[in-house]
Every structure is written in C-alpha cells, then in structure tokens.
C-alpha cells in the first residue's frame, strides 16, 4: 500500500476542536452568526422582524405567558433563551463557553417584550439569583416605547393624564436601564397611539416630552453619558409619527439610518 493510500484510508480524528484552532477574530464572527441564526427565527412580533426597526440584532426576553403564546402560536419551536439552542455552543468546553457568553451579552441588544415594570423587576431578580454575571456583561438595551399623543377629551385633562404616563415612563426607564451596570447603549422604540393626526400643539408637546425621555437615559449613569437613539416603530394607522420620531432625531443629532427591511416594511405602507 502506497503512502499515499495509507493517509487516505486514516480514520478522522472527529474528537479535534476544529473550531478551537481558528483565529480568534474569525471564531468570533462564527460565533455571532450561528447565534444569530437561532435568534433571528424567534422575531419579537408574530409579522416579522420587518416590522421591527433595530440598531442591532435583538436577544427578546418574554414573559412567562408571552413566551408560551409565542412558541405555540407563531414560532412552532421552543425560545431561544435560556433554551437547548442557546447552550449548544456553550457546552463545547470551557473556553467557548466564555466566548459565546461573552459575545451574547456584549454584542446583541437585549429586549425586554412585551415587560411591564414589575416583570422587569422580577426578571432582575432572578438574574442576580441565578446568572448574575449577565447583569454586569449586558451592554445594549432596546425598550419599546408606545405613547399616546393626544386624547378625545378636553385639553386639560388630556395634558395632566399624559404628564401622569410621562411621570411613569421615566421611572421605568430609570429602573430598567439603571440595572444595568456595563450598559452603553439603550435604544426608544417609539410607537405612537392615536387614531387620527394630532395637532400642532400636542405633537410638539409629545416630541418635548420624548427630548425629556432620552436625556434621563443619558444621564443616569453618573460622569459617563449612555449612546441612546429613536427608532420609529411603523404604524399604518399613524403614519404622521415618523414626523415626531423625525424631530427627536434631528434634536439629539442622530445619523439617519434605515435598513433595508424597514425601509420595505415603511414603503408598504404607502403602496
């Protein structure tokens, strides 16, 4: 038997960590991709990410009852977090597990949908129990935000209810990204109720308290300002939000970016 025969005919070694002997740079990016695969089926909305404008890729947190509606109605498959799918990679070795887990909670935004404040705190909670190194590693968070601009009754009722919901939603917001330590960013998914176009003077008034919003994020880790932007959650039945979302942006400085599957899922609306 040639030489050459003899190494053909040699039984692979399948036990060689492969994927261990890689670049570190490009073991990485394999990393990002294969958990992105796994997340990117479990969308945070049943019409699809498409409808779901992001700066990043999301890493959803559901609660108990929106998760099994989730997964019977709309994902035919089990979640993502704290699932089999989310520990296939870590359970490798020691040292993958460490880059998986670094790059979960470093690279991907967490999004907390659809959580009230009290599911939150819970949530935390149980964090700090059973994984509290995922409360130190967390960088990014994106909050969806839905804010009526306007009542049907008279003016000054309107304005104190919406200075009540305005008085409310910093205290969340305080709450939420102030558990956080190692937070960077936090991204204001903003999804606007009302049923017909709102005047001139709500809608500055609406844009006046979403500027007072994104200046409590920025400020609330002390002598370190946080990354936050807007995003405008599409609505066929309120388009005219995009001209408030429009007006933050343009106050706060933000680069206009829009991906491509927003940008469809906006001109859909129009067609």
């Not at 005919?9 to 073991?27: I, M, V």
Request: net charge positive.
């Amino acid at each position: 038997m040639s030489l050459f025969q003899s190494e053909q005919t040699k039984t692979p070694d399948h036990n060689s960590p492969h994927l261990l002997k890689l670049p570190f740079e490009l073991r990485e990016q394999i990393i990002y991709q294969a958990l992105l695969a796994e997340i990117i089926d479990r969308s945070p909305y049943p019409f699809g990410t498409r409808s779901l404008p992001f700066e990043r890729p999301l890493l959803s947190v559901f609660s108990d009852g929106e998760l099994q509606y989730m997964e019977k109605k709309h994902w035919k498959c089990s979640a993502f977090w704290g699932k089999e799918p989310m520990t296939r990679l870590m359970r490798v070795n020691k040292k993958l597990y460490e880059e998986v887990y670094t790059t979960l909670w470093r690279e991907f935004s967490m999004h907390l949908a659809p959580m009230n404040p009290k599911q939150h705190e819970d949530w935390v909670s149980w964090l700090q129990k059973h994984n509290p190194r995922a409360i130190q590693e967390i960088r990014h968070l994106h909050i969806r935000l839905p804010k009526i601009v306007e009542y049907r009754n008279n003016e000054l009722d309107s304005e104190y209810r919406q200075e009540l919901a305005q008085a409310e939603d910093l205290r969340r917001l305080k709450e939420e990204v102030g558990s956080y330590p190692s937070l960077r960013s936090v991204t204001l998914q903003i999804y606007l109720i009302y049923t017909s176009g709102p005047s001139e003077k709500p809608a500055a008034r609406c844009v006046k308290r979403y500027l007072q919003l994104i200046d409590a994020c920025e400020n609330i880790k002390a002598g370190e300002r946080l990354d936050v932007k807007v995003l405008y959650e599409p609505d066929s039945e309120a388009p005219w939000g995009r001209d408030i979302v429009k007006a933050c942006q343009e106050n706060i400085g933000q680069r206009k970016r829009t991906t491509k599957l927003l940008q469809w899922h906006l001109e859909s609306f129009h067609s």
